[in-house]
T-cell receptor
Framework: DGGITQSPKYLFRKEGQNVTLSCEQN?????MYWYRQDPGQGLRLIYY???????QKGDIAEGYSVSREKKESFPLTVTSAQKNPTAFYLC?????????????????FGEGSRLTVL | GQNIDQPTEMTATEGAIVQINCTYQ??????LFWYQQHAGEAPTFLSY????GLEEKGRFSSFLSRSKGYSYLLLKELQMKDSASYLCAVRRNYGQNFVFGPGTRLSVLP
């Protein structure tokens, strides 16, 4: 079955440590995204990538880094520079919509990774 | 700037109809999406509007007015399992990325 797999589902980190969240998709989607969700707030875009070896900052990229070496994979590193990293992190992918009306290009989400900094 | 507004919480009774509104002001517009998210889970796609008007999918319908920057999600014949957060999201023209509203937490009571 096609889908998006995020790991780990739960992660605990000490202050000052970097941590990398994994995201893999087998949907053959070109575009991949990382969102952060805090209680009572909507999803906020961290980074996104439309093609391999290219990515752009979203609205809250400070303290995060990504890579896109393979179409299937888009890992997110939460660095020690991120001031408030405790959150629910969601990875998503979509077809890169070419302007045609044959597909909606909606986001498909992974199950999420819940990061807690102790 | 980017701004999407939704009511924070709504309550409705099983079997009833509820309308969740969404207003938006974004730089560029290439479609409006509604997602359902149960607590602790990932969002799942419900509906999509890119042209003005009503789109119907079973018990769920979504409406869009681009000139007013307004959309609503209509849920009919409410069931207990419809208790969830409903997220309104706009896809921007450039960069193919999406901006989300804060979500509306719907509680369906027996």
């Amino acid at each position: 079955d096609g889908g998006i797999t995020q790991s780990p589902k739960y992660l605990f980190r000490k202050e000052g440590q970097n941590v990398t969240l994994s995201c893999e998709q087998n949907l053959n989607h070109d575009a991949m995204y990382w969102y952060r969700q805090d209680p009572g707030q909507g999803l906020r875009l961290i980074y996104y990538s439309q093609i391999v070896n290219d990515f752009q900052k979203g609205d809250i990229a400070e303290g995060y880094s990504v890579s896109r070496e393979k179409k299937e994979s888009f890992p997110l590193t939460v660095t020690s520079a991120q001031k408030n990293p405790t959150a629910f992190y969601l990875c998503a992918s979509s077809i890169y919509r070419d302007g045609g009306l044959l597909n909606t290009g909606e986001l498909f989400f992974g199950e999420g990774s819940r990061l807690t900094v102790l | 700037g980017q701004n999407i507004d939704q009511p924070t919480e709504m309550t409705a009774t099983e079997g009833a109809i509820v309308q969740i509104n969404c207003t938006y002001q974004t730089s560029g517009f290439n479609g409006l999406f509604w997602y359902q998210q149960h607590a602790g889970e990932a969002p799942t796609f419900l509906s999509y509007n890119v042209l003005d008007g009503l789109e119907e999918k079973g018990r769920f319908s979504s409406f869009l007015s681009r000139s007013k920057g307004y959309s609503y999600l209509l849920l009919k014949e409410l069931q207990m399992k419809d208790s969830a957060s409903y997220l309104c999201a706009v896809r921007r023209n450039y960069g193919q990325n999406f901006v989300f509203g804060p979500g509306t937490r719907l509680s369906v009571l027996p």
